[in-house]
């Protein structure tokens, strides 16, 4: 079974940064997209960025200019590098992965923005 496995998460002061990682394993497939996704308490999930298997990126409109996602396919793994960090980025942050036109989902990693 795929697993995705993500980190990085953590309490950090408004204008300050984190870097996210999320690693794939248990697959010898091809990964197609990978995004980072986000849930803040009492709201629905929503996509933060995403990055094709050819290094095309997706943004919300509310983290462009602030955020970057980037992969390394031959590590099966994506980062999100957020910069700039607001109290409203608040949230748990997933990782995504489609396999074989499955999508696939981490366990979730706690992002705190707070001074």
């Known amino acids: 079974q795929v697993q995705l496995v993500e980190s990085g998460g953590g309490l950090v002061q408004p204008g300050g940064s984190l870097r996210l990682t999320c690693t794939v394993s248990?697959?010898?497939?091809?990964?197609?997209?990978m995004g980072w996704y986000r849930q803040a308490p009492g709201k629905q999930r929503e996509l933060v960025a995403t990055i094709t298997s050819g290094g095309i990126t997706n943004y919300a409109d509310s983290v462009k200019g602030r955020f970057a996602i980037s992969r390394d396919n031959a590590k099966k793994t994506v980062y999100l590098q957020m910069n700039s960090l607001k109290p409203e980025d608040t949230a748990v942050y997933y990782c995504k992965a489609n396999i074989l036109f499955s999508d696939n989902w981490g366990q979730g990693t706690q992002v705190t923005v707070s001074s």
């Open positions: 248990r697959t010898f497939l091809s990964i197609n997209d």
